[in-house]
């Protein structure tokens, strides 16, 4: 079955701090690895994205990694900002398939 | 830059009442699509359309028809509301292949059905 498993559900960190967040997966094959950024009461937005032949992808201070080996994704965040406060998903969408397979999200927060 | 946007925000049904969520996007994309975002679920395809006057079902079809009479337009019906069916809805877009493309969002409506 494919399925996408985040963790942690949710994390509290200081502003400037830095902090990984933790996806697992078992969709296979799958063509592309993307990490998107949810504010509260918002749609998803875009971050990374990422084909399965990629280690890793970065966007500013935001920085994604995939070991196919461990069927790991890693979504880094350097020196966090309170606006990095939002869900953080990560998605995988199966090779030939119509469809996207969602994780649950992180919830992030950055306190002052 | 519109982008995708969607109406209502916000809507309280009874149950068997219907109503329509619309959704448009001005970006030209031919692959547009709903989700459903359910509290510790991942976002969940109810119905998809690869353009003009052809629609597919997702994950979770039942209780939902959609149509697509215009590249822009993609609305989303509830012929006939259950409280299962509370949730926040998103329409999503993208030019080509979902697979391969960028995919947009709308900011989401908050259904509630009671």
């Known amino acids: 079955k494919n399925q996408v498993e985040q963790s942690p559900q949710s994390l509290i960190i200081l502003e400037g701090k830095n902090c990984t967040l933790q996806?697992?997966?078992?969709?296979?094959?799958?063509?592309?690895l993307r990490w998107y950024k949810q504010d509260t009461g918002r749609g998803p937005v875009s971050l990374t994205i990422?084909?399965?032949?990629?280690n890793t992808k970065s966007n500013g201070r935001y920085t994604a990694t995939l070991d196919a080996d461990t069927k790991q994704s890693s979504l880094h965040i350097t020196a966090s900002q309170l606006s990095d406060s939002a869900s953080y998903i990560c998605?995988?969408?199966?090779?030939?398939?119509?469809?996207?397979?969602f994780g649950t999200g992180t919830r992030l927060t950055v306190i002052p | 830059n519109a982008g995708v946007t969607q109406t209502p925000k916000f809507q309280v049904l009874k149950t068997g009442q219907s109503m329509t969520l619309q959704c448009a996007q001005d970006m030209n994309h031919e692959y547009m699509s709903w989700y459903r975002q359910d509290p510790g679920m991942g976002l969940r395809l109810i119905h998809y359309?690869?353009?003009?006057?052809?629609?597919d079902q997702g994950e979770v079809p039942n209780g939902y028809n959609v149509s697509r009479s215009t590249t822009e337009d993609f609305p989303l019906r509830l012929l006939s509301a259950a409280p299962s069916q509370t949730s926040v809805y998103f329409c999503a877009s993208t030019l080509g292949d979902p697979s391969r493309g960028e995919l947009f969002f709308g900011e989401g409506s908050r259904l509630t059905v009671l």
């Open positions: 996806c697992n997966y078992t969709v296979s094959p799958f063509s592309n």
């Open positions: 359309s690869v353009g003009a006057g052809i629609t």
């Open positions: 990422m084909t399965f032949s990629e």
């Open positions: 998605v995988f969408d199966q090779t030939g398939a119509n469809n996207l397979f």
